[in-house]
Each structure stands twice: as C-alpha cells, then as structure tokens.
C-alpha cells in the first residue's frame, strides 16, 4: 500500500496549523514590514524545491511555498487597505 498521500495531508495539516500563530505573532510585532521576509522565505523555498528529489519532502516544501506566498498576499493586500483606509503610522512619544 502506498501511504504518500496520506503522509502528505498530514503535513499539510501541520503545517498550516504551525504557521498560522507565526504570522499572527510576526505581524503583531512587526507590522506589515514581516512581508518581505515571508516573499524572502518563499522564493528560497521555490529553489530548494526544484532541487530535492524525494517525493514527499519536495510536497512538504510546495505545501510550505503555498502557504508562504499566501501570507505574503494577504499581507500585501492589508497594507494596501491600510494604505486606502488613511491609517497613519503610529507616532513615538520621547519620555523625557
């Protein structure tokens, strides 16, 4: 019996269940400005994807390429509604 798929859709699982409080973290305290970092993230993943041979480790770093450039579009079109909605940067108090 061949158990891939399974194996596959259990990593997939994982992995969005793991990088779901990462961004909600990585935004947080960072802003939008983490978008870079995951289209960063996202193009290396895309190369050493096209390098691994190995059937489900390569399926492990797609799912990883997806779900990254997903975060990356969703991050982009949040800054592009704050930027519509007229949202100011926040202002720094200096504490004499």
């Known amino acids: 019996m061949y158990f891939d798929g399974i194996i596959i859709g259990l990593i997939a699982f994982i ?3 793991l990088f779901h409080p990462l961004v909600i973290y990585g935004e947080y305290h960072f802003g939008v400005k983490i978008c870079t970092l995951f289209f960063c993230f996202g193009i290396i993943s895309c190369i050493i994807l096209i390098i691994i041979e190995n059937k489900i480790i390569s399926a492990t770093i797609a799912i990883i390429d997806f779900i990254v450039f997903g975060v990356y579009m969703n991050c982009s079109n949040r ?3 704050l930027k519509m909605a007229g949202f100011q940067k926040r ?3 200096k504490i004499r």
């Open 79 to 81: 800054k592009k509604e």
């Open 15 to 17: 992995m969005i269940g």
């Open 91 to 93: 202002k720094t108090i």
